[in-house]
Nanobody
Framework: QVQLVESGGGLVQAGGSLRLSCTVSGRTFNSLTMGWFRQAPGKEREFVAAINWSADRTYYVDSVKGRFTVSRDNAKNTVYLQMNTLKPEDTAVYYC????????????????WGQGTQVTVSS
C-alpha cells in the first residue's frame, strides 16, 4: 500500500514563502511521477506542479510559474514544493499525488493521494 504524507502548510502573509514536503512509502519512489494539486473552497481540485521520476522534467500551471518550484530527493522518498511570493489566491488545501501513467496535469491520472495540507495566505 502506497502512503503519501504531506507537511509544511500553514498561515503566511502575502509575499511570504512556504515549503511543502511529501514523503512516500510503500512503493519504489523513483518510478513515480509526483504532482501537487490544490483545492480552494467551492472550487475543483486543480493541477499546480509536477516532476518526473528523474527530475529532468517539471511542469507548472501558469499562475504559479516563476513563484513555485517543485523538486524531489529520491534518496529520501520526498518531493517538495517551494512556494514564494505567495498571494491570497494561493489559499487552498494542497495535495501531493503520485502516478506512473497518464497525462501529468490531469487529476484522474494519479493513483495515490496524500491527505492534504492547508495553506492560508493573508492579505
Amino acid at each position: 500500500q502506497v502512503q503519501l504524507v504531506e507537511s509544511g502548510g500553514g498561515l503566511v502573509q502575502a509575499g511570504g514563502s512556504l515549503r511543502l514536503s511529501c514523503t512516500v512509502s510503500g512503493r519504489t519512489f523513483n518510478s513515480l511521477t509526483m504532482g501537487w494539486f490544490r483545492q480552494a473552497p467551492g472550487k475543483e481540485r486543480e493541477f499546480v506542479a509536477a516532476i518526473n521520476w528523474s527530475a529532468d522534467r517539471t511542469y507548472y500551471v501558469d499562475s504559479v510559474k516563476g513563484r513555485f518550484t517543485v523538486s524531489r530527493d529520491n534518496a529520501k522518498n520526498t518531493v517538495y514544493l517551494q512556494m514564494n511570493t505567495l498571494k491570497p489566491e494561493d489559499t487552498a488545501v494542497y495535495y501531493c499525488a503520485a502516478k506512473q501513467f497518464g497525462v501529468v496535469t490531469i487529476t484522474s491520472s494519479y493513483a495515490y493521494w496524500g491527505q492534504g495540507t492547508q495553506v492560508t495566505v493573508s492579505s
